[in-house]
C-alpha cells in the first residue's frame, strides 16, 4: 500500500529553526508537496520538489531525495504565527495525490 | 482576487437530514476535488471532476453524492448524514492533474451532526 509517515508532533522555540521529516512509499512518484494549515482552516501551499535537492524560499526550504523516499521542511527564524499543522503530500503514478496525517508544530516564546 | 469560496463555512445537520455544500471558483481550473479531513488526520479524496468527467474514490460511501453543473461550480450531497460525517469538508481546485499543478483550497465548510 502507499503509505506517508510523518512525526505526529514537535515543539520549538520562537528564532530557532526546526526541521519536519517526511518519508514516503508510494507506486511512481511525481512530486511531493509541502502544505501548512492553520488550526481550523484550509491548507495552503509552501513548496513543491519533483527533483532531488534543495529548494529554498524565504525562511522556508524543503529537500527530496528520491532515492530515499525522504524529504523535510525546514523552518528557520521560526515565528510564532508559524504554530500550524504541516503536511506532506506526495503525487503517485496515477497523480494521485497521497497525504501524510500532518505534524502539529507547537512554537514556544 | 480569483479564489475558491465554500459555502457555509459551518454547517449544522440532524442525524439523517440530507445536506449540500458548495463550492464556486473564479480560476477557470479544469479540475475540482471534494475531500473530507477529521481533526489531526490526512485529507481523504472523496471525488473528483476532471472538466465533466467525474471520478469516485472506491472507498466514498454512497451516501456522498456530487454534482458539477458549469466549471465554476461544484457541490456535495450528503443525503442521509451520521455522526460519523461529522468532519471539514474541504474544496480544492487544479488546473490539471499532472505534475506540478498545486491545489487552492476554499476555506472548508465544518459539519456537525447532532
Known amino acids: 500500500g502507499q503509505n506517508i509517515d510523518q512525526p505526529t508532533e514537535m515543539t520549538a522555540t520562537e528564532g530557532a529553526i526546526v526541521q519536519i521529516n517526511c518519508t514516503y512509499q508510494?507506486?511512481?512518484?511525481?512530486?511531493l508537496f509541502w502544505y501548512q494549515q492553520h488550526a481550523g482552516e484550509a491548507p495552503t501551499f509552501l513548496s513543491y520538489?519533483?527533483l532531488d535537492g534543495l529548494e529554498e524560499k524565504g525562511r522556508f526550504s524543503s529537500f527530496l531525495s528520491r532515492s530515499k523516499g525522504y524529504s523535510y521542511l525546514l523552518l528557520k527564524e521560526l515565528q510564532m504565527k508559524d504554530s500550524a499543522s504541516y503536511l506532506c503530500a506526495v503525487k503517485d503514478s496515477n497523480y494521485q495525490l497521497i497525504w501524510g496525517a500532518g505534524t502539529k508544530l507547537i512554537i514556544k516564546p | 482576487d480569483a479564489m475558491v469560496i465554500q459555502n457555509p463555512r459551518y454547517q449544522v445537520t440532524q442525524f439523517g437530514k440530507p445536506v449540500t455544500l458548495s463550492c464556486s471558483q473564479t480560476l477557470n481550473h479544469n479540475v475540482m476535488y471534494w475531500y473530507q479531513q477529521k481533526s489531526s488526520q490526512a485529507p481523504k479524496l472523496l471525488f473528483h471532476?476532471?472538466?465533466?468527467?467525474?471520478?469516485n474514490e472506491a472507498d466514498t460511501p454512497d451516501n456522498f453524492q456530487s454534482r458539477r453543473p458549469n466549471t465554476s461550480f461544484c457541490f456535495l450531497d450528503i443525503r442521509s448524514p451520521g455522526l460519523g460525517d461529522a468532519a471539514m469538508y474541504l474544496c480544492?481546485?487544479?488546473?490539471?492533474?499532472?505534475?506540478?499543478?498545486?491545489?487552492?483550497f476554499g476555506a472548508g465548510s465544518r459539519l456537525t451532526v447532532l
Open positions: 471532476y476532471y472538466d465533466k468527467d467525474f471520478n
Open positions: 480544492a481546485t487544479s488546473g490539471d492533474r499532472a505534475g506540478a499543478n498545486v491545489l487552492t
Open positions: 520538489n519533483v
Open positions: 508510494t507506486s511512481g512518484f511525481n512530486g
